[in-house]
Each structure stands twice: as structure tokens, then as C-alpha cells.
């Protein structure tokens, strides 16, 4: 019942104004930020800012990223549907969210078990069903479900980890912020060719958390 929703506008708005208008121009990246339900991804008292321009914390000092941010990169995987996915860095559950949306389903990895907790709670409150959160160090991958049509890596390393290329289908995009300092990066799209002939491409500036693990800071 979207008209039970009170932040439907709000949402819509957000889409229109800070993501649309801003150059993301994916239909299926658009539908889905439209859809997902961004507040109910925050602590309580930051509601009624959920759908501000902007991170927002989310405990354990992490954050959800900005939903430019979080539109920009799953936009970047050019996903057209029905894909398997993995994301590192769970956070709050948001993105995948999102992805899951467009693909056909979602692994996501956080290190952090309380917050992939409270991601699947949210997850499962709003009737996910196609969205797996695993607690472990996401800088390895996660093998038992390789290999994936795309990665997304929501937290910033040094460089692109051996494993999750390794995991990468052929002709699938992994996309990761990348930068010798902790909180300010390159966004990274390496995009899988054959014999391991791999793509890589600059996108935009970024600014993660860092991604902390063997592969990682
Ligand atoms: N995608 C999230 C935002 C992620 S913030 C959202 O939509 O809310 C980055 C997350 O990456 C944090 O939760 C952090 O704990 C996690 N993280 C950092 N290093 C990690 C690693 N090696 N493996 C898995 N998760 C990691």
C-alpha cells in the first residue's frame, strides 16, 4: 500500500531531483530507488532525514551511503535483470536492497555481525526473499556461491582484490572505490574479459568507509 507510506513523496522526490536530474538514467536503477523504502534502513531518529542528500550513520561507525551514490554505482553494473549478485559491506541492507530489485538475487557480506543482523531483520520485514547477508571478511568473496555476473564493493581498499576478481563472471562488472587513503577514493570499474584480460575504468571520486580485511586496509 504505497499511500500508507509517508514518505512516498519525499522519495519520489529524492529520485527526481538529487539522482534523475543529477545524470542517472537507468529505468530499472530509477524504478528501484523509487521503490525501496530508504527510512526504514536508518535508526529510528534519523527518519525524517533518510531521504536527505546525504550518508547517514547507522551505528557501529558505519554509514549508508549517499542515494546519489548508492544509484551511481548499481548503475554502473549494468545489470538488465535476473543476475546474481554480490555486494560487500551489507551496512545497513539498503543497497542491496536496491539491487535486488533489478537482479535475480543478492549475496551481501558485512564483517560486522550486529549490523548484518539488523540488515536482515529490515530485509525480512519488507518481504526480501531474494537476499542472502553473510557475516564474514568480504575482501576474500564469498566462494560457495561464486562465480557472479557483477560485484559491488560499498567500502574503499587499496586495490581491487585478487578473490573477487577471481569471482567475477566473464563479460561481469565489479565496481569498488579504490584510493591509497582510507577515506577518499576512485571509483573502480573493472569490467571481466576472457583469458583474464580484464577492463578497468576511472568513474568518479568517492569517499567510503574502508574496507578492512586480508585483501583490504
Ligand atoms: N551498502 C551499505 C553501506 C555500506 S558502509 C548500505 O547500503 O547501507 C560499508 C560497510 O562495509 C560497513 O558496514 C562495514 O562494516 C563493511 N565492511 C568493511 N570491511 C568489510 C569487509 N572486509 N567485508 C565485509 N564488510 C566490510
Redesign the pocket.
Known sequence: MADADPYQAQRQAMVDRQIAAMGVGDPAVLAAMRKVPRHA?VPDWLRDAAYNDGPLP?G?G????QPYI?AYMIEALRLRGGEHVL??????????AVVAEIAGDVVT????AE?ADRARATLDRLGYRNIEVVV????LGWPAAAPYDAIVV??GGPSIPQALRQQLREGGCLVMPVGPDSYGQSLIRVTRGAGGEDQEEYLAPVS??????AQ?W
Open positions: 534502513f547507522i557501529d558505519q554509514t549508508i551511503s548508492v555486494e560487500i559491506g551489507t551496512g545497513s541492507g539498503y543497497a542491496a557480506v558485512e564483517r560486522l549490523l564474514g571478511d568480504g575482501t560499498t567500502a567510503f568507509v574502508p574496507l578492512i580485511g583490504g
